[in-house]
């Protein structure tokens, strides 16, 4: 694959991927094109050596692994991991608000989220539905509504002067999304009513509940005068998760790999669907076969926990470590801390310097100011559920946390080149 081919469909997994939910959704259609088999977890397993599988629990977390001709428990696995969430507006399980004649949505804060960025934008909704369906069955139905059915207003200069010196954002108060003029605004309703004009046979079924999310509507894009940057919502981390997909896709050999798109991670990993949960560890239990051959096969596995990086930006080079500032489209960057916020030590770090090396990519490094904290990734979390070793790493970028970030255009295809060949890396550190 070439690195146009390659952005082209980033761009594309970006585009078609609103919420966790279609992000996997998207993976599942990659990997059902690339020859993979879906499995369920309520199932029997019947696996073979050279087979190509996938898992998705939640819907909104996946799991997808080429078996090598060895048994884990003498070879181990090369893993990759990644989340599909990313911070966000979402709507409220009553969200409908009438304020001096407009209806509007109230919101909840999802993670760390960049606010001021989603003023004044067109936004869509998008998310899970469950329904209960005219014969009483209940099912879960993904909704993408790619119209500016929502809007969050700034308030005028005019109306707070001090709003470029020191304004701050009310949470509760000034991002409920006006959505029409006048009152008895009925969300469920409207939601049915635009999914049963998709499928008809849901006319009489009723919206029970649902997980929703706004979205910026602008579409990503090659940006810059030459188009050097990537530009678009969710790039942390929907950048890694398609760059773990094209790895295990596009890779070779004999070596056992597998796959992690977690959900949740911006809010701690603590669900089901997170990296704190069980969904990793059951599958590979379930490849080991026994308790036995599972610790044999952590013991020689290992795992790279693909999270974006802070690139130095040029207007503010005082916020990074002068000896670790990545810049955009030198490469990707190992990531270390030494209090655990990323699980990089030196022999996973030496391991992927070689992986790096062996495919002709660049490695920058990123160690945080130490006067400034430090966020985590689900390295460190897998690292302590499984006993794996684990190496910390990712593609810089700008504006981490807004509803539009900024990557190079190189830098994820120079790591999924280094995933590639540390899929098919057999040896690991004595």
């Not at 509007?104 to 760390?112: A, I, P, S």
């Not at 990086?309 to 190992?334: E, I, K, S, T």
């Not at 999924?416 to 060949?421: N, P, S």
Request: hydrophobic fraction near 40%.
């Amino acid at each position: 694959m070439d690195i146009t081919t390659f952005n082209l469909g980033l761009l594309r997994y970006l585009d078609t991927s609103p919420t966790p939910f279609h992000a996997v959704r998207s993976a599942t259609q990659l990997l059902d094109d690339g020859g993979f088999t879906a499995l369920d977890e309520r199932e029997p397993w019947t696996l073979t050596p050279g087979g190509r599988y996938y898992v998705t629990r939640n819907a909104s977390s996946l799991i997808a692994f080429v078996l090598g001709n060895a048994p884990v428990a003498t070879q181990g696995l090369r893993m990759v991991g990644a989340h599909t969430d990313s911070p966000c507006l979402r709507l409220k399980p009553q969200p409908e608000i009438t304020s001096k004649g407009y209806s509007q949505l109230g919101v909840e804060v999802y993670g760390g989220a960049l606010l001021n960025p989603w003023f004044d934008r067109d936004l869509g909704l998008a998310g899970r539905l469950t329904l209960r369906l005219p014969d009483g069955r209940l099912d879960s139905h993904l909704i993408d509504i790619r119209e500016p059915v929502a809007v969050i207003p700034s308030l005028a200069i005019h109306l707070d002067r001090e709003a470029n010196e020191k304004r701050s954002i009310n949470k509760q108060t000034y991002l409920p999304a006006i959505v029409a003029l006048g009152s008895g605004f009925d969300l469920r309703a409207e939601l049915l009513s635009r999914l049963a004009g998709f499928e008809p046979g849901l006319t009489n079924a009723s919206v029970l509940d649902y997980e929703l999310s706004l979205f910026d509507l602008q579409p990503p894009a090659l940006v810059g005068w030459r188009g050097e940057f990537i530009a678009g919502a969710r790039i942390d981390n929907l950048l890694s998760c398609y760059t773990a997909l094209a790895a295990l896709l596009d890779s070779h050999g004999q070596q056992s790999r597998l796959i992690v798109l977690n959900d949740h991670e911006e809010v701690g990993s603590g669900s089901a669907a997170g990296a704190r949960g069980s969904f990793l560890r059951s599958v590979l239990e379930r490849l080991a076969g026994s308790h036995e051959a599972y610790a044999r096969a952590m013991a020689h596995s290992l795992l790279i926990s693909t999270d974006n990086a802070h690139g130095v930006h040029p207007n503010f080079p005082d916020r990074h470590d002068a000896q670790h500032g990545p810049l955009l489209n030198a490469g990707p960057v190992l990531k270390t801390n030494h209090n655990q916020s990323y699980a990089t030590n030196s022999e996973t770090a030496a391991w992927f310097r070689e992986a790096c090396r062996l495919a002709e990519v660049p490695l920058q490094a990123f160690v945080t100011r130490g006067d400034v904290s430090c966020g985590s990734t689900i390295g460190p979390i897998t690292a302590a559920a499984l006993g794996v070793r684990t190496v910390d790493v990712g593609v810089p970028t700008f504006a981490m946390h807004s509803i539009r970030e900024l990557a190079g255009r190189d830098d994820a295809y120079s790591l999924m080149r280094a995933l590639q060949r540390g899929f098919e890396m057999a040896g690991l550190p004595a």
